[in-house]
C-alpha cells in the first residue's frame, strides 16, 4: 500500500530536532570534509525527513549527517519536510531505505566529468583511475599513435605506484596520465 505524502519544506530551528537513536550511517572524515565543503558552497538544498508522530516529534529520518554538520557550521534553521509514521518499525524502515536506497554510479558518464571537479566533490584518485580506466582496454601508446593491441590493462593509482610498476615491468617508455590518454583516444577515434 503506497502512502502519499504532501511534501511541504519547511524551516525549523535545528535545536527542536532530535536524530534517531538507532540510525546506522556515519560518515568517514574525508566524507564530512566532502559533505561540509557541499555545504559550505550551495547550502542545505536537500531537506531532512522528519517525523512528526505523536511520541516521535522532531524525531530525524533522513539527513543526519546534514544535521549534523549544519549544527557544527551553526546554521540556526534547517529545511525539513515532516511525514507522519506512527510506527517505530515503518520510522526505520524508511531509514534505512533513505540511506540504502542510493543507487549506483554510471561510470561511462561521469567519465565525461573534468578530473578536477571529480576531485573537487571528493572522488579519490583511486575512485578516478576506475572511472577513467574501467572500460579502457585494448589500446597502447607507439610513437604518438593509440593502435588497438590485445594486452593486459594495469590500473594504477597514483603516478608513484605507475612508475613502481613500470620499473618491475622493465618499462622504460614514458607514461601518460588519464587526461593525456583519453585526449589521444578521442583524438584516434576522430581519424
Not at 534553521?77 to 531505505?97: A, F, H
Not at 590493462?153 to 622504460?172: A, D, P, T
Request: charged share 30%; hydrophobic share 35%.
Amino acid at each position: 500500500m503506497q502512502k502519499e505524502y504532501k511534501i511541504d519544506i519547511e524551516y525549523v530551528a535545528i535545536n527542536e530536532l532530535k536524530p534517531a537513536e538507532y540510525n546506522p550511517r556515519k560518515l568517514t572524515e574525508a566524507e564530512e570534509r566532502d559533505l561540509t565543503n557541499s555545504i559550505k558552497e550551495f547550502g542545505l538544498v536537500d531537506p531532512l525527513i522528519v517525523n512528526n508522530a505523536k511520541g516521535r516529534e522532531n524525531v530525524i529520518i533522513g539527513g543526519h549527517q546534514r544535521y549534523y554538520i549544519a549544527k557544527k557550521l551553526g546554521i540556526k534553521q534547517v529545511p525539513i519536510v515532516y511525514i507522519t509514521i506512527n510506527d517505530i518499525k515503518k520510522e526505520q524502515e524508511l531509514n534505512l531505505r533513505l540511506n540504502k536506497n542510493l543507487g549506483e554510479w554510471d561510470y561511462d558518464l561521469l567519465a565525461n566529468f573534468d578530473e578536477d571537479l571529480l576531485k573537487n566533490v571528493g572522488f579519490s584518485d583511486r575512485e578516478i583511475s576506475s572511472i577513467v580506466f574501467d572500460d579502457v582496454e585494448n589500446f597502447f601508446v607507439d610513437e604518438g599513435n593509440l593502435r588497438n593491441q590485445y594486452s593486459i590493462v594495469i590500473k594504477c593509482f597514483s603516478e608513484n605506484e605507475q612508475k613502481k610498476v613500470m620499473q618491475i615491468l622493465g618499462i622504460n617508455k614514458p607514461s601518460i596520465n588519464a587526461k593525456e590518454f583519453l585526449k589521444l583516444k578521442k583524438e584516434n577515434e576522430n581519424d
